[in-house]
């Protein structure tokens, strides 16, 4: 497992199903609807049960859905975490629709959102690289630059201590690790 240190946070590649990670909060890659769908959005919700649901829909009560950039956050059901924060990745129209800004507003407002509640450890899907569409390659960059750029510059505010990128494929989990190599 390849690892970096940025401040007080430990930035790592893990492989496997996020829905197994164990810790305080796992992020889903959602829709703006927040009513599940298929890849890591249907296993959480499988896996979490309905508990996440109901939540779901009581956030689309109070403000709609999510718009993409954004995120919510409910329990974590039955998962093995207190809280899931769902956010929507942007839909990859090529790269010139600002896709790149979005993906990485995902990243941020997550960790922005995890220190509101005081979370000490994270996990992150690889945001849109699936039914979305983004290319593995760009948005590995886009997702390791905005979670170190934002271990930078928060260094205050930040409480996190565990950063763990959660790779479903074998691509993602080489793009990430070869991505960690060069940034120590
Ligand atoms: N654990 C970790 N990662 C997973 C898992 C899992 N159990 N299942 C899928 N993934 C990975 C995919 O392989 C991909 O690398 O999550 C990444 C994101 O893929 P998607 O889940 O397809 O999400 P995304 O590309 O952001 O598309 C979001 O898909 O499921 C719907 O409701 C969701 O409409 C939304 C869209």
């Known amino acids: 497992m390849k690892k970096v240190t940025i401040g007080k946070t430990t930035v790592s590649v893990l492989s496997g199903d996020i829905t197994a990670w164990k810790g305080d909060i796992i992020v889903n ?71 790149a800004i979005t993906l990485a507003e995902c990243y941020r407002s997550s960790l922005q959102l995890a220190n509101e509640v005081g979370a000490r450890s994270i996990a992150f899907p690889n945001i849109s690289t699936g039914i979305y569409g983004y290319p593995k390659s760009p948005a590995c960059d886009v997702a390791l630059k905005s979670v170190a750029e934002f271990l930078e510059e928060e260094q205050q505010q930040n409480q996190l201590e565990q950063i763990d990128f959660v790779c479903y494929d074998a691509e993602n989990a080489e793009l990430y690790a070869r991505w960690l190599e060069r940034y120590d």
């Open 29 to 99: 890659a959602a829709n703006s609807g927040l009513l599940g769908g298929g890849g890591v959005d249907g296993a959480i919700h499988q896996a979490g049960g309905p508990e996440i649901m109901e939540q779901c829909k009581e956030i689309r009560k109070l403000q709609g859905g999510c718009p993409p950039g954004h995120a919510v956050i409910t329990g974590g059901g039955n998962l093995e975490v207190k809280h899931v924060i769902h956010t929507v990745g942007p839909i990859w129209e090529g790269g010139g629709r600002g896709e």
